[in-house]
């Protein structure tokens, strides 16, 4: 009777697993930066926050590829490659959208790391908001002006501090590639037939401003106020290699294995990202801290890969594109077959196959981008350190 009613409830009960999975984790991850270097002002806070978030990312995507290898060489079932309905609650609560039906197979893998990155993003608001008011010295303090001026004074001061912190963080070199790019996009924009593909290269568009947005919306002081606008240059490349280049030029299908290069070079930007953001908040100026912001680099790197996949399988469901994928099928020449044999044989498995492909290819490009970046950071903090010996030996000699 009880084994019949969890057979019955498998989808509620994979929902609850999948959720207490991402707040495990992410509970975990948070502790484990706050016993490598206890969070005692508002930035370490928010770097070993968002940490636990990473983690629980991290956590969903290991966990959805254990599944696709049991599944891949023992025959199982476990990311219910066949399982999804007419009934599946989110064909209930938005209908079938655009939704393709090869996407049925996706939608469970794509449902468990959405839930998991969920579950993960409730706790570590949770404990964000309890070490606040437990430490109210931790509140960051926006900087109020004696005199209240008007909206175009504010303005006006706004973009004068944005403008030198965009001269400061980036090269003429950066700048014009934004807009090249932004231009380029905008025409792809206007000419693109297939106007689903356009929808989404037109949101992709919109995403190479996100760091000015985020700058201008959020008050200065704040975590988010302070994000390099590096970043912003590493968003450009991505959305200009995957949305511009493969879907409106095809690179896709006119470059041989141009989605493996893509997928490779993404887990290096990724790194990067994740190493710019961790500088806002924590100093590469000790062995310590080397090693956090490279761990950060590594767990953001691994979070942005379920998200992205996430991002990708909303758009196909919405506007009916087939940015994952599901389409695709291996064949006797695919590389998974050649690395791994043919396991069980399992079809049930061949609309997963490029997005566990997307996420493994981006793995082993994180792993020693990462060990470069903390090998950077070591080499730096050691010079740095004989530069202040040998300012203080000389201080002494001149005494």
């Not at 908001?129 to 706004?158: D, P, T």
């Not at 710019?276 to 950060?296: E, G, M, P």
Request: hydrophobic share 50%.
């Amino acid at each position: 009777m009880i084994l019949q009613r969890l057979s019955d409830n498998i989808g509620e009960w994979d929902i609850l697993i999948q959720f207490l999975l991402g707040v495990v984790a992410a509970f975990f991850g948070y502790l484990i930066f706050q016993r490598i270097k206890k969070a005692e002002n508002s930035n370490e806070l928010t770097l070993n926050v968002i940490a636990g978030v990473c983690t629980a990312g991290t956590a969903a995507i290991i966990a959805e590829i254990a599944e696709f290898f049991i599944d891949f060489y023992r025959g199982t079932n476990l990311l219910h490659a066949d399982f999804v309905t007419n009934e599946h609650w989110l064909y209930r609560l938005v209908g079938l959208a655009m939704s393709l039906d090869g996407q049925r197979y996706l939608l469970d893998t794509d449902e468990d790391m959405l839930i998991t990155l969920l579950g993960g993003i409730f706790t570590t608001a949770g404990m964000y908001i309890y070490q606040r008011v437990k430490n109210k010295h931790m509140f960051i303090k926006i900087k109020k002006h004696k005199n209240k001026i008007s909206f175009r004074k504010w303005a006006e001061n706004k973009f004068i501090t944005e403008k030198t912190k965009l001269m400061k963080d980036c090269s003429v070199f950066d700048i014009t590639f934004w807009w090249c790019t932004r231009a380029s996009m905008l025409y792809a924009f206007i000419v693109m037939e297939n106007r689903a593909e356009a929808i989404l290269l037109c949101a992709n568009l919109i995403a190479t401003f996100a760091i000015t947005l985020v700058h201008i919306v959020f008050p200065e002081g704040t975590f988010f106020s302070r994000v390099s606008y590096r970043a912003q240059s590493l968003i450009t490349v991505i959305v200009f290699l995957g949305s511009y280049c493969g879907n409106y030029v095809w690179l896709y299908n006119i470059v041989p294995r141009f989605d493996l290069f893509l997928h490779l070079i993404s887990g290096v930007l990724c790194v990067m990202g994740g190493y710019y953001i961790a500088l806002t908040l924590v100093k590469a100026d000790s062995r310590k801290n080397v090693f956090i912001i490279a761990a950060f680099a590594f767990l953001f790197s691994c979070f942005i890969m379920p998200a992205w996949e996430v991002s990708e399988f909303i758009g196909d469901f919405i506007w009916g594109t087939t940015n994952q994928g599901f389409y695709w099928g291996p064949t006797d020449d695919s590389f998974l077959f050649k690395v791994f044999g043919r396991g069980a044989y399992n079809t049930a498995l061949y609309p997963l196959y490029d997005t566990f492909y997307d996420v493994l290819l981006a793995m082993c490009t994180t792993v020693p981008s990462v060990i470069a970046v903390y090998v950077y950071m070591l080499l730096g903090t050691g010079k740095k350190a004989k530069m202040d010996v040998a300012e203080t030996e000389k201080e002494t000699v001149t005494c």
